[in-house]
């Protein structure tokens, strides 16, 4: 099964933002970090980030038959999702800059036994499976998609108003985009709170896996991301018709939801 697309003409849980000097970098970074994904997520969320990525691809609206993108797919939680909502005669694409991250994606997509799982897309890229691109140039027509996730990924792209330009094009008019991510808290207290599970739990345990480095940043990501009302302004800034921002999992996680 395959699908033809149309180039443009002109990439789960993201964990941190290393200081980067490019995408290569960043690529690396997450190349590094693939194989013990999943096992950190439940570790570090005790199993809540699972419900947080029902809640956004909820938000999508996504329906049955539609064919729908999951921008920095990582190991492929949003994707999987994705293909529950819109079933077997729906399509859903995951697209990531980590071939590492989309070919583990791939494998587990071969270990789980739901028909719907076939509707996720195949490209013609890593032996025909996943997508590896640009969330900044995103190989894909005008008006593409039926509706769009983003999990983790907005805080990590080096031109935020970009990746919100290319989400944009490539959605239908009057179609959604949910955009889960860390939530950058205006609360005193929340912001207190988020900085101390970072140093006394997330960086601990990322440290048992070797991932200190990797996951030590994560604290000042947050700080230079965009606060939820920032993040409104932006995506209608761009161009879509109604955005709001939503504070999930007692205020530590935020989620974007844009109407083009």
């Known amino acids: 099964m395959a699908m033809t697309f149309v180039p443009s003409t002109s990439s789960s849980f993201r964990p941190t933002l290393i200081r980067c000097a490019n995408s290569n970098e960043r690529r690396a970074l997450f190349s ?4 013990v994904y999943d096992n950190l997520n439940d570790l570090l969320s005790l199993g809540q980030h699972r419900i947080w990525k029902r809640m956004a691809v909820s ?3 996504a329906k049955m038959g539609d064919r729908v993108l999951d921008v ?3 190991s492929g939680d949003l994707s999987f999702l994705l293909s529950d909502q819109v079933g077997s005669h729906g399509k859903v694409i995951g697209l990531d800059f980590s071939k590492d991250q989309l070919l583990f994606a791939s494998s587990r997509q071969e270990s789980l036994s739901k028909n719907c799982f076939t509707n996720i897309e195949f490209n013609g890229l890593l032996q025909d499976r996943w997508v590896e691109g640009d969330a ?3 190989p894909f027509s005008d008006g593409w998609f039926d509706a769009i996730t983003m999990g983790y990924g907005l805080r990590n792209v080096v ?7 290319e989400i944009f094009r490539v959605l239908k008019t009057g179609s959604t985009v949910s955009i889960l991510d860390f939530n950058k808290s205006n609360e005193l207290l929340t912001s207190a709170f ?3 599970m970072i140093d006394n739990i997330v960086v601990p345990v990322a440290t048992g896996y070797g991932l200190s480095e990797e996951y030590r940043y994560l604290k000042s990501s947050i700080r230079e991301f965009l606060t939820g009302k920032e993040l409104e302004k932006l995506a209608l800034e761009v161009g879509f018709s109604a955005a709001r921002h ?3 999992g007692g205020g530590l996680m935020g989620c974007l939801v844009a109407k083009r």
Do not use: N, S, V
């Open 59 to 61: 938000w999508t609206g």
């Open 32 to 35: 590094r970090i693939a194989p």
């Open 136 to 138: 900044l140039d995103l």
């Open 246 to 248: 939503y504070e999930i």
């Open 159 to 165: 031109d935020k108003q970009k990746a919100m330009q």
């Open 72 to 74: 920095c797919c990582g």
């Open 194 to 196: 988020t900085e101390w």
